[in-house]
């Protein structure tokens, strides 16, 4: 597709992976909307560090995606809209289900609502692998059944749900992207690879919860390449499609990789405050990517450890922004 002129939206834009988005559109000439939630200090968030050569071609729209008003002012008028906005804290949803239900679920009808009435010719609708909760089957496909194993997860179920009733039920133009579990610079120390990464810098002891589930962890530039391939073809109309490189690696090998780039070996302790409830706790996710390459030619081309050696390098220039140490929910 040529970006070039191209008007989008990006909701969730000023998080980790929106941010990275945004940037890599606007890179391709793309007239980018960066829709943010309001505060009283116009705080972009993470497009903070976007490149400034870029700023002209970025605009900042400041709402709250759970105000339809608000979410139909910013899509007037796009061509496409990638909706990745969300409340993704896992331990959070434990203590505040009702607000990550309210975001998560009400917020995508928002979105979807809005693309009816103003006919807007795509949205790119974010999931997550959570919706599948531990893997019944290996490598997990997009028939996979969906275990809502966290109120995070049920919300995104949800969500995903209401994209493909507004799919079926309208016509609306619509691709609900999943990625597995993205890392790379910017990312919040809420995520396991900056926990691991910030305590290493610092100190001696790495604290965790448990070592032994798996993910796939997928960079996040390829996560974005991902989006944009998404919108670039027809095929993925009303289709759900996995963003993930389809290899493995459990929590305890990763302080291990992270270890051999930092040359440095350290104490790992596993605290109760930091492990999900028994039957919470989603195992094993690894991505079956084969439809992602066949509908849009989409293959992830950064390495485990090339990315985290990217991460770390960027955490390390940036550590001032982390509480290291501190438990973030």
């Given at each position: ?40 200090r ?16 970025i ?127 910017r990312?919040?120390?809420r ?35 991902g ?28 302080v ?12 790992i302790v ?19 990517n ?23 390098d ?16």
């Amino acid at each position: 597709m040529n970006w070039n002129g191209k008007k989008v939206l990006v909701t969730g834009a000023g998080g980790f992976i929106g941010s990275n988005l945004v940037e890599q559109l606007a890179s391709q000439g793309a007239e980018v909307t960066a829709f943010l939630r309001y505060n009283s200090r116009n705080d972009i968030g993470m497009l903070r560090y976007s490149e400034p050569r870029l700023r002209p071609q970025i605009r900042f729209y400041f709402g709250e995606l759970a105000d339809h008003a608000a979410v139909r002012e910013a899509m007037k008028g796009q061509e496409i809209v990638f909706h990745l906005a969300a409340l993704i804290g896992i331990p959070y949803s434990y203590v505040h289900p009702h607000h990550v239900v309210n975001t998560n679920v009400v917020g995508t009808l928002n979105v979807l609502q809005a693309a009816n009435d103003l006919g807007t010719p795509r949205v790119i609708h974010t999931s997550t692998s959570e919706v599948y909760g531990t893997a019944l089957y290996a490598p997990i496909d997009e028939k996979h059944p969906l275990q809502g194993q966290s109120p995070y997860s049920a919300s995104k179920i949800g969500a995903d749900k209401l994209a493909e009733s507004f799919y079926l039920s309208f016509g609306t133009p619509v691709t609900t992207v999943r990625p597995f579990n993205t890392y790379g610079p910017r990312q919040s120390a809420r995520a396991v690879i900056p926990t691991i990464i910030t305590q290493a810098l610092t100190g001696d002891v790495i604290k965790l919860g448990s070592l032994t589930p798996t993910r796939d962890f997928n960079y996040v530039g390829d996560t974005a390449a991902g989006f944009m391939a998404a919108a670039a073809t027809e095929a993925t109309l009303g289709e759900v499609v996995n963003l993930g490189t389809g290899k493995e690696i459990s929590i305890g090998d990763l302080v291990q990789v992270v270890q051999e780039l930092l040359g440095r070996e350290y104490q790992i302790v596993t605290e109760d405050a930091r492990t999900r409830p028994e039957k919470s706790e989603v195992l094993r996710l690894i991505a079956d990517n084969r439809k992602a390459h066949d509908l849009m030619g989409w293959s992830p081309q950064v390495s485990i450890r090339e990315g985290l050696q990217r991460t770390i390098d960027w955490i390390s220039a940036n550590l001032a922004l982390f509480n290291v140490g501190q438990y973030t929910v």
